[in-house]
């Protein structure tokens, strides 16, 4: 996999109040020859979907490979979203999907993929589900996210999957231990998010007001201040390399794993631009080395996004 290929437009801040914004970064994303567009029926209670259907309406069908997660339950907590269960149930999966095409404007969806594991249903029932979609037509691919080595083999025995999408970063390295190697071995690809940590990983946290992108564990006054200490170091070696830390974290993964795409997240086509130059880092192995010599993810403290599953139609931690 090579070039532009690499890489893929995560949709998940883009909504009503960035409407313009977003579209503009879209088209700059085609413009430069990405096509892998990452939304969810659940971003932002569906405005993502809005958005990313106006942006694509007169883009012809051809020209990009839009992924859609589906399931999580979203609600309003004091004007923001969170998240408080799954709908995986495999006979609701019908009206998951028709929700998502008509917001987006589209028949049909090349990558399709549960937001989470719901424990109350076998991956087997819900891949069956979806291989039936598969079969009408509504779905050109299956996905999944944020699962198992064991699910993954489960699921596939059903239906070929198509890719994987998992949480990697330097902060994130769990899935090294055998399911990017699983996924090899199946002939399934694998879609990273969250490679800047969810903002963490960043020259801008090591400003001593900057604010944190999300409420999670890593930014917490009795963490940051640690974490900065290894974003700092990831500086220096950006600095050497005339780069940024993000676009620094961004190349490690592309040079550590050739075989995998990554999303960038943002709502800005500057952003989009500068992202995308992490491309012409060539790092080494001694290089990559280094990289995690500075940021060993053990060393990060507090949890990130976590991981989740649900229990009784309720998100309880994976």
Same mark, same amino acid.
């Given at each position: 996999m090579k070039g532009i290929e690499r890489l893929g437009l995560g949709c998940m801040q883009m909504n009503r109040k960035n409407e313009e914004k977003s579209i503009r970064t879209i088209h700059a994303a085609l413009d430069a020859g990405i096509t892998l567009f990452n939304t969810g029926e659940f971003y932002q209670a569906g405005e993502s979907e809005l958005v990313v259907g106006e942006a694509l309406r007169h883009v012809p069908r051809d020209k990009y490979f839009l992924s859609v997660k589906f399931g999580v339950l979203p609600k309003l907590d004091n004007g923001q979203y969170s998240l408080? @269960?799954?709908d995986m149930n495999p006979f609701n999966i019908k009206a998951h999907i028709t929700y998502s095409m008509t917001r987006l404007g589209l028949d049909y969806i090349d990558l399709y993929e549960p937001a989470r594991l719901d424990l109350a249903?076998?991956?087997?029932?819900?891949? @069956? !589900?979806?291989?039936d979609l598969v079969r009408e037509g509504y /779905?050109?691919? /299956?996905?999944?996210?944020? /699962?198992?080595?064991?699910?993954? +083999? +489960? !699921?596939? !025995?059903v239906h070929p999957i198509h890719t994987v999408e998992?949480?990697?970063?330097?902060a994130d390295r769990g899935y090294e231990?055998?399911?990017?190697?699983t996924a090899q071995q199946l002939g399934v690809r694998i879609l990273t998010f969250g490679v800047l940590a969810h903002g963490l990983i960043n020259e801008r946290i090591l400003e001593s007001d900057?604010?944190?992108t999300l409420p999670i564990g890593i930014f917490a006054p009795e963490n940051l201040a640690e974490n900065r200490k290894l974003?700092?170091?990831?500086k220096e070696i950006a600095? +050497?390399?005339n780069t940024t830390v993000s676009n620094l974290a961004l190349a490690w993964v592309l040079a550590k794993f050739p075989y995998v795409q990554s999303l960038i997240g943002t709502t800005s086509p500057e952003h989009l631009q500068d992202s995308i130059e992490a491309l012409s880092i060539e790092l080494s192995e001694e290089d990559v080395q280094e990289i995690e010599r500075a940021f060993p993810a053990e060393k990060v403290k507090g949890s990130g996004m976590g991981d989740f599953v649900c229990r009784n139609g309720k998100i309880v931690e994976g």
């Open positions: 408080y @269960g799954l249903f076998p991956i087997e029932e819900v891949v @069956g !589900a979806l291989s /779905i050109g691919h /299956i996905g999944l996210t944020q /699962i198992d080595e064991e699910t993954l +083999r +489960r !699921a596939n !025995a998992l949480l990697y970063s330097l231990c055998g399911m990017f190697q900057a604010a944190a974003v700092q170091a990831l600095d +050497r390399k």
